[in-house]
C-alpha cells in the first residue's frame, strides 16, 4: 500500500468519524455548541479534500 494512499484514507477517514461522532453526541445531549462544531468540521474537511 503507498503512503499516498494511506494519507488519502485518512483524509477521507477523519473527517467522517469526527461528524459521526459530533452528531451521536450531539443526539444525546442536546448541547448547542456541538452544532457549531459541526458546521466547523464540515468547512474544515475542505481542507482535507482539496
Not at 11 to 37: E, H, N
Amino acid at each position: 500500500m503507498s503512503p499516498y494512499y494511506k494519507i488519502s484514507l485518512i483524509c477521507g477517514a477523519t473527517p467522517l468519524f469526527v461528524g459521526i461522532a459530533i452528531f451521536l453526541l450531539w443526539l444525546i445531549t442536546r448541547w448547542d455548541w456541538l452544532m457549531a462544531a459541526g458546521l466547523l468540521t464540515l468547512y474544515l474537511e475542505r481542507f482535507s479534500f482539496a
